[in-house]
């Protein structure tokens, strides 16, 4: 049986696929795994043992769909259910599964505040779809895998950090979802642990702003390594603290211990740290921590973000008590030196 995923975007909504595709190929054998996705991501995938074989959207998705036909595939699972997704869908004509999006439920809660979303992650939505497949969520959370032989050397690494570092992760896909520069500054003048500054090129110049608080208690990385050497950057982080963002999620297959910190979206909306055993209002996972601003009357105000606060005060992320952000990491210093 030759199966088709599809998730184009982003870097966490990627990782938040892999349980369906271990699951796939462990709970069934006779399953071939294709995935398509953006060619931008594709360093997420390549080393995933569980996929047989990638697909890569470059432009436009007419021109991946002939490669697509000659597969001939037995079932499509749709995990990003858009547009384009039902394009492929319907070029390829079989039989296919998509993943409930819940816009209706997502727009009452960003827009009247009703809370009609379940209490589980996205992951255990993305398992609807291959429910008729006989595959079942395995409870043992998200995968992330690092290509062999490129591991960091302590070279890459300042040698104020080696003793062990809080990850912060500054960037976002919007700027309502990024916590402001004066914030971070006031993190990282009160932690008493070294601080590496996570994000891709565009975060340079807001990182330098904080690191130049203090050169060499706060390293900016940003912009020097690529996803996957980030990714392990993460990996080796004692506590990251983070956005709502990609390398969140990455800290969560890796078990790391996680701040996240919410401005314009909410965890409600089923984004939060998955451990493969967590639901929301329990939080059964000791080394999460959610911090955000529930006494506001606008929070949560998108799903997705703004280039800027609608009501131009950003109080869901200016208002965020640092010191409280601080003392939890304080907390799971010790549970981070425990995981891998």
């Not at 998509?98 to 398992?127: A, C, E, G, H």
């Not at 297959?253 to 919410?262: D, H, M, Q």
């Amino acid at each position: 049986m030759k199966v088709l995923v599809i998730r184009f975007s982003s870097i966490g909504d990627i990782v938040l696929t892999t349980p369906v595709l271990r699951c796939l190929k462990q709970q069934r054998p006779d399953v071939e795994v294709h995935y398509l996705t953006k060619l931008t991501f594709s360093p997420i995938l390549q080393h995933n043992p569980h996929i047989d074989k990638l697909h890569y959207l470059h432009d436009d998705i007419a021109k991946v769909i002939p490669y697509l036909l000659e597969e001939k595939y037995d079932c499509i699972i749709d995990l990003h259910h858009n547009l384009r997704t039902l394009q492929v869908k319907r070029a390829l004509n079989t039989k296919s599964y998509s993943f409930p999006k819940l816009n209706v439920q997502k727009w009452l809660l960003t827009n009247l505040k009703v809370n009609l979303m379940p209490d589980i992650s996205i992951v255990d939505r993305y398992f609807d779809t291959v429910k008729q497949l006989n595959v079942k969520n395995d409870g043992k959370g998200l995968d992330h895998y690092l290509p062999p032989g490129k591991a960091l050397s302590n070279t890459d690494i300042p040698m104020s950090h080696w003793g062990g570092y809080v990850g912060c992760v500054i960037g976002g896909s919007m700027a309502t979802k990024k916590l402001p520069v004066e914030q971070w500054k006031k993190f990282c003048m009160e932690i008493p642990f070294p601080v590496m500054l996570l994000g891709g090129p565009e975060d340079r110049f807001e990182a330098g702003k904080i690191a130049e608080l203090d050169p060499i208690k706060i390293y900016n990385s940003c912009g020097k390594f690529n996803i996957n050497e980030s990714a392990e950057l993460v990996k080796i982080a004692r506590v990251v603290v983070t956005n709502d963002t990609g390398l969140m999620h990455v800290a969560a297959a890796y078990g790391k211990p996680i701040v996240s910190l919410w401005g314009n979206t909410a965890p409600e909306m089923g984004m939060f740290p998955y451990y493969g055993y967590n639901n929301l209002r329990q939080r059964v996972a000791p080394q999460s921590v959610i911090i955000e601003n529930k006494k506001l009357s606008c929070h949560p105000c998108s799903k997705i973000g703004y280039s800027k606060c609608p009501k131009g005060h950003f109080k869901c992320m200016n208002d965020l008590n640092m010191s409280d952000v601080c003392d939890h990491v304080k907390k799971l210093w010790s549970f981070g030196a425990k995981t891998p």
